[in-house]
Antibody, heavy 120, light 111 residues
Framework: EVQLLESGGKLIQPGGSLRLSCAASGFTFSNYVMNWVRQAPGKGLEWVST????????YNADSVKGRFTISRDNSRNTMFLEMENLRAEDTAVYFCARGSQHAYWYFDLWGRGTLVTVSS | QSALTQPPSASGSPGQSVTISCTGTSNDVGGYNYVSWYQQHPGTAPKLMIYEVSKRPSGVPDRFSGSKSGNTASLTVSGLQAEDEADYYCSSYAGSNNLVVFGGGTKLTVL
């Protein structure tokens, strides 16, 4: 089955660090650009970060630049999001999403998300 | 505040048509034919419904259609059905610096 499964979300104090994972299955992971998109409680979607199939190119939203790092291990079909210096405004459900083969800025497969809560 | 502007709500009766607008700028919606639309039911992941302004992925009913004029894109849902009740988000490519921007979402209610 083609799917994405996120993990790693939890309650964390402001200033803390956290690593999210996204496990892919059912497709050739290395052929696809992968992304993180987040959704604060009751709010809309916000693009966070994008990583090319080979891991050589990354793009990050201004709101997370210098704090979040996206990476992948194609041998394990897994993508990661390392988050540092977390703030209350980073509280959200974090979705991993696959970039479409039509263009990587369309997200054609999504995971169910993992909740990150930043609070003291 | 979201980069793209959508109405917070829209509604229609079963069988009717509803159009949701999405307004951006020349740096996103107006500058590229790279608008997409996502449907999200409560507690679930978003689903790609429209890409490249008006194209439908395989499996999306042809009741869903997209268009664009200038800085404003639109999603039209024809022949409304109960299962169409959901939140809808527009998105646009916005250049290599700020790759993707989303709208704030529109809650579609089927009366």
């Amino acid at each position: 089955e083609v799917q994405l499964l996120e993990s790693g979300g939890k309650l964390i104090q402001p200033g803390g660090s956290l690593r999210l994972s996204c496990a892919a299955s059912g497709f050739t992971f290395s052929n696809y650009v992968m992304n993180w998109v987040r959704q604060a409680p009751g709010k809309g979607l916000e693009w966070v970060s994008t990583l090319s199939g080979g891991g050589e190119s990354t793009y990050n939203a201004d709101s997370v630049k210098g704090r979040f790092t996206i990476s992948r291990d194609n041998s394990r079909n897994t993508m990661f999001l390392e988050m540092e210096n977390l703030r209350a405004e980073d509280t959200a459900v974090y979705f991993c999403a696959r970039g479409s083969q039509h263009a990587y800025w369309y997200f054609d497969l999504w995971g169910r998300g993992t909740l990150v809560t930043v609070s003291s | 505040q979201s980069a793209l502007t959508q109405p917070p709500s829209a509604s229609g009766s079963p069988g009717q048509s509803v159009t949701i607008s999405c307004t951006g700028t020349s740096n996103d919606v107006g500058g590229y034919n790279y608008v997409s639309w996502y449907q999200q039911h409560p507690g679930t992941a978003p689903k790609l419904m429209i890409y490249e302004v008006s194209k439908r992925p395989s499996g999306v009913p042809d009741r869903f259609s997209g268009s664009k004029s200038g800085n404003t894109a639109s999603l039209t849902v024809s022949g409304l059905q109960a299962e169409d009740e959901a939140d809808y988000y527009c998105s646009s490519y916005a250049g290599s610096n700020n790759l993707v921007v989303f709208g704030g979402g529109t809650k579609l209610t089927v009366l």
